[in-house]
């Protein structure tokens, strides 16, 4: 059975300054190194072990994976350039405070983040999905059994994790927060109710 696992990156200079990062490709914080290692030595305590580990493009995401490999003695992480974080368009480097002020009515309050909808040259959440399930589909055409795990961002993570459970964009940015370094299971055994593996409590965008 194929095993789907799905890693956000430890927090990056942007998550702690407040700033809306997209696909700014801003390094990881000290804060951010000590949260990847800890998920990866979560996962060598929990004894899961993957045949192979994908790469969003971004240095954030593939210093996390390659963190979780070094410590799981795999070999570096292959770059799959489809788990990139969403484009943001003209709200690349804003501060998160101006989210209501540059957006409204397009948006999406949750407990934890404004998701805002449709700002000028951003990916809209639908096409998100579409990304998201070529992701899948490639990971399928490639591997038929084993662990996989992908290290992406918060946005694309949760979309992957839409597309894979079939689940309304909508309802999947409002059930949970995908924070740093924390861990999904995508697989038949898990429902979408029970796919946090690791949940780490804190909000960092």
């Known amino acids: 059975m194929l095993r789907i696992y799905l890693a956000r990156h ?5 998550n702690a300054n407040g700033i809306l990062n997209g696909r700014r490709d ?13 998920v990866a030595q979560k996962i060598v305590a929990t004894d899961i072990r993957f045949s192979h580990i994908y790469a969003s493009p971004l240095k954030r995401a593939y210093r996390t994976a390659e963190i979780i490999a070094e410590a ?30 540059l957006c409204s009515p397009d ?17 809209t959440f ?29 946005d694309f993570g949760k979309m992957v994790y839409a597309a894979y459970y079939h689940l309304d964009w909508k309802d999947v940015l409002q059930m949970f927060h995908f924070g740093n370094s924390e861990l999904l299971e995508l697989s038949a055994n898990s429902g979408p109710e029970e796919t946090h593996v690791f949940k780490i409590p804190q909000h960092n965008s």
């Open 10 to 14: 430890g927090q990056d200079e942007d």
């Open 26 to 38: 801003m390094p990881l914080t000290d804060k951010g190194v000590a949260q990847a290692n800890d």
């Open 72 to 101: 799981l003695h795999m070999p570096r992480p292959n770059v799959l350039p489809d788990l990139v974080e969403r484009d943001f368009g003209v709200m690349s480097g804003q501060p998160q405070s101006k989210i209501l002020e």
């Open 107 to 123: 948006i999406l309050p949750t407990e934890t983040i404004t998701y805002f909808l449709k700002p000028e040259g951003a990916e």
């Open 126 to 154: 639908p096409q998100l999905i579409q990304r998201a399930s070529r992701v899948l589909d490639e990971i399928r055409k490639r591997h038929s059994d084993g662990n996989i795990l992908l290290v992406t961002h918060g």
